[in-house]
């Protein structure tokens, strides 16, 4: 089992810049694909990123692409999203989602380890 902490969350205003981090205790870290999903009030929780257990492949939501960068440092046990050109759509808690299961990282289909979440806050 793995647990993950959220932090970097806050309030931005309409095309700033945060970064969240995810940091992991437990299991290896190097052995999960790891996520970011987020939900937004009244909506279902939707995915955002990944990034696989050696850092060398990334999928994102096409909302996300070209705006947002995951990335991870297995030394460190945590993994990273840096928020650029924010838009107040992309309001929402964000949450830390790590995939033990074996293959490839599958975008979109979380694992069943998840952290507490974050709110993020984009003012227009």
């Known amino acids: 089992q793995v647990q993950l902490v959220e932090s970097g969350g806050g309030l931005v205003q309409a095309g700033g810049s945060l970064r969240l981090s995810c940091a992991a205790s437990?299991?290896?870290?190097?052995?999960?694909?790891m996520g970011w999903f987020r939900q937004a009030p009244g909506k279902e929780r939707e995915f955002v990123a990944v990034?696989?257990?050696?850092?060398?492949?990334?999928g994102y939501a096409d909302s996300v692409k070209g705006r947002f960068t995951i990335s991870r440092d297995n030394a460190k046990n945590t993994m990273y999203l840096q928020m650029n050109s924010l838009k107040p759509e992309d309001t929402a808690v964000y949450y830390c989602?790590?995939?033990?299961?074996?293959?490839?990282?599958?975008?979109?289909?979380?694992?069943?380890?998840w952290g507490q979440g974050i709110q993020v806050t984009v003012s227009s």
């Open positions: 989602n790590a995939d033990s299961r074996l293959g490839l990282m599958r975008p979109g289909s979380p694992g069943g380890n």
């Open positions: 437990g299991r290896p870290f190097s052995t999960y694909h």
């Open positions: 990034i696989s257990r050696s850092g060398g492949s990334t």
